[in-house]
């Protein structure tokens, strides 16, 4: 499926029965603040419970991401042998706009595969980003003790679509002011819902993870009489959009190189032709 192979979307139709079944939750926030260790955590809480668990990491598509899959990995290492736990680290570069899609895809053949939560981990660095957690029913911010100037670069989107914020690292100092500085922040902005839960924890030493995972199940439990049917139909949404723009874009892709292309190129250059009529006679072209 990730490398869009011809034979991907029959099995996809063929697995679109079995979706929508798992709890999906998405965890994001800044590169380094704990999410991998987080959902390491998470992991070992949803075992216990008797879960069947898959994760899909999202890895942005910065040159550096080779560092954070491989980081992905080694926190997540001891569950790999586990067969109730599936783990996914996905590499986004070279699929513009088409993210959101590759993640649906994958999470629907981890729901068929019958794992009943789904933990997406993503970087919230960019709009890619943030429309790729917005597909899960609970969202988790993570933030860590010193964000300070940090809230003011982090996507207002991003606050937006947080239905809990996790302070992780809270062995650090400055947690007590980070935990202010969010429910500040909070209160000032337009709040259309109750405001979201602030907990703090430490990754790395395994606090407050249990508590972490009970009120993620709290907000399962909100989400059943509130808002599950408007998640799904969100998610469904983008997905539709994105398969057509997936669609549009390898369609326009052909006709934006070769030698047809390269002609109105070269008689834009004489000023034979305008750019604007050149590409009306690309997209008459396609239209057709
Ligand atoms: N002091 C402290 N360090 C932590 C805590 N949780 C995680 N770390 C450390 O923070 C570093 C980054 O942790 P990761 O879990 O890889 O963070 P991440 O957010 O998944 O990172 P990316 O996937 O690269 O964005 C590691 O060295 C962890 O050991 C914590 O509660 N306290
Ligand atoms: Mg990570």
Redesign the pocket.
Known sequence: VENRHPSARGLLQELFPFSGRSRIIGIT????????????GLIEEFCKKGCQVGIV?V?PSSPFSG??IL??RI?MMRHSGNPDVYIRSMATRGHPGGLAKSTCEVISILEAAGKDIILL?T?GVGQDEIDVVRMADVVCV?LVPGFGDEIQAFKAGIMEIADLFVI?????PETEQAERQVRVMLEMGEQKKALPPILK?????G?GICGLQKEIDRLFVRLQSDGKETKRKNRVSWMLRDIIVSGIYSSVEACLSGKAFDELVEQILKKKLDPYSAADRILKGMKG
């Open positions: 926030g800044s590169a380094g603040t704990g999410k991998s260790t987080l959902v390491d990491a890895d560092g954070a980081g992905d926190r981990e970087v993570i992780n690292k809270a062995d650090l924890t430490i990754a790395s030493q606090k």
